[in-house]
């Protein structure tokens, strides 16, 4: 099957628990895998620890994880996850002590089932 690319942008800064993104797919069926392929950079590194979740229906199955100082973070998947109509993508802002970190660039690479 052919791939399903999201590709995301949120500028600014994000506050604590803040829901940068929210999405409810409509028919295809898309597995994002334990070993799927996400990107993601800030153009204005952190100035703490940053952590966002990526969630489907509020239960989260990845993260991003920025050091301090960094652009680039540690992306982890917790376990490969497929997404029906009317389920719903959030990207959140869990935790950390980060008040600078900015321009979030997130790109998410799936399979359509």
Same mark, same amino acid.
């Given at each position: ?17 803040? /829901? ?10 898309? *597995?994002? !895998? ?8 800030? #153009?204005?590194?952190? /100035? ?6 990526? /969630?489907? !229906? ?9 050091? /301090?100082?960094?652009?680039?973070? *540690? ?16 990207? !959140? ?9 900015? #321009? ?7 399979? #359509?089932?």
């Amino acid at each position: 099957m052919p791939p399903f690319q999201l590709a995301l942008f949120f500028p600014g800064t994000y506050t604590a628990t803040q /829901n940068v993104w929210h999405m409810t797919f409509l028919t295809n069926s898309i *597995t994002f !895998n334990q070993g799927a392929w996400i990107a993601a950079s800030l #153009r204005v590194a952190t /100035n703490g620890t940053l952590v966002f979740g990526i /969630n489907k !229906n509020t239960v989260q199955f990845a993260t991003l994880t920025w050091a /301090n100082a960094q652009t680039v973070p *540690t992306f982890s998947v917790i376990a490969a996850t497929t997404f029906l109509a009317n389920d719903v993508l959030d990207i !959140n802002r869990v935790s950390g002590t980060d008040t600078a970190a900015a #321009r979030l660039a997130i790109t998410l690479l799936g399979v #359509r089932a």
